[in-house]
């Protein structure tokens, strides 16, 4: 028997229209930017206020200025000392952050469980002092925002022509912007997902196999990512992060033993 002829699409009701105009005006491109400018800025602003009310590293709720990030700042110091062996011991980290909070004291200690890789990418910054570090930290989260919205361009047609749009946007979304002023790696995570994404969608393995070895540095994410890449059959890429893990591996093993 042929298969029952498909039922013509009903059409839009009258609210509905009316709906799709009132969305299509709040997310016209000039009120987005709006949005995001005034959203950056306010962000912005109350950063600003709130390290300048501080004149040490701790502030007075007792959280250390850039937050999380202390916790990388201390683990490529720990690097820069020549104590790699000893980067996973607590008291370890705990002394290199007293040492770098003093005369202050704070509660607890940010611990550095991350691969001993990143710990070494940390150390060029923790030659730096810590505000500084820090500002310079927060730049670089805010610039892989971006880079992740330009690769997502070419393979989300309607983001091309609006991608620094959507970058602002994506950073101004206050969770975003919390971790990269909290001192956290949210912002290159998505870059690097954004670029496994994209070379496995236009066929380069080499910059998804980079990637993904260079997401190592979040096993969690990148085992499933790659076990997706094998089941697709994506051998080259799944090679090339084999090859990147390694060799952040062995300069962990220069570095840390």
């Not at 039922?7 to 709006?34: H, K, N, Y």
Request: net charge positive; hydrophobic share 50%.
């Amino acid at each position: 028997m042929p298969p029952p002829p498909t039922p013509p699409p009903r059409g839009r009701t009258p609210w509905q229209d009316e709906l799709a105009r009132i969305v299509g005006r709040l997310t016209s491109p000039f009120r987005l930017r709006f949005f995001a400018t005034a959203c950056l800025t306010i962000w912005l602003a109350g950063l600003v206020l709130r390290l300048l009310a501080t004149e040490g590293l701790v502030e007075d709720n007792q959280e250390v200025v850039g937050r999380d990030f202390i916790a990388f700042y201390t683990a490529g110091r720990i690097i820069r000392e020549g104590e790699g062996p000893q980067l996973y011991r607590l008291l370890v980290q705990q002394r290199a952050q007293e040492l770098l909070l003093a005369p202050e004291v704070r509660p607890g200690t940010g611990y550095f469980v991350y691969p001993a890789f990143l710990a070494v990418a940390y150390a060029p910054l923790a030659s730096l002092p810590y505000r500084v570090a820090f500002y310079v930290h927060s730049a670089g989260l805010a610039l892989a925002v971006g880079l992740g919205a330009f690769l997502l361009r070419r393979q989300l047609r309607a983001l091309a022509p609006h991608w620094l749009l959507a970058a602002a946007l994506t950073l101004a979304w206050f969770p975003m912007f919390h971790s990269v002023i909290g001192g956290q790696n949210t912002a290159i995570t998505f870059a690097l997902l954004a670029a496994i994404y994209v070379g496995t969608a236009e066929r380069r393995p080499w910059l998804a196999g980079v990637a993904l070895g260079l997401l190592t540095f979040k096993p969690q994410y990148a085992l499933p990512v790659g076990l997706v890449l094998l089941a697709r059959r994506e051998y080259t890429g799944a090679a090339i992060a084999a090859g990147v893990a390694l060799l952040l591996y062995g300069v962990a093993a220069v570095y840390c033993g």
